[in-house]
Nanobody, 115 residues
């Protein structure tokens, strides 16, 4: 069983920055991927960014150039640095760990960006 716990987030003004962290505990293989999804008000959950254990990264088009994902394989942590925030980034952000056939989710952490 894998547990993912998010931290960071909160309130920021447009143009500001926030940093999200996720620590995953439990048995995680060396081939897992870790990432972040978000769900805005009245919207479906969508991918924000993910990173494989080998360092391959995928970003949503809407965050490219503004958000940076990084990972510490030894610590099983993943960080999302969010810069140049926009009101459209307001959402609940979820940490995601995919290990083989299993997907694990954090409880979610809210991010609110005011205009």
């Amino acid at each position: 069983q894998v547990h993912a716990v998010e931290s960071g987030g909160g309130l920021a003004e447009a143009g500001g920055s926030l940093r999200l962290s996720c620590a995953a505990s439990g048995s995680i293989s060396s081939r897992s991927s870790m990432g972040w999804y978000r769900q805005g008000p009245g919207k479906q959950r969508e991918l924000v960014a993910l990173i494989t254990s080998g360092g391959v990264i995928n970003y949503a088009d809407s965050v490219k150039g503004r958000f940076t994902i990084s990972r510490d394989n030894a610590m099983n942590t993943v960080v999302l640095q969010m810069n140049s925030l926009k009101p459209m980034d307001t959402a609940v952000y979820y940490c995601n760990v995919v290990d083989g056939a299993f997907a694990y989710w954090g409880q979610g952490i809210p991010v609110t960006v005011s205009s």
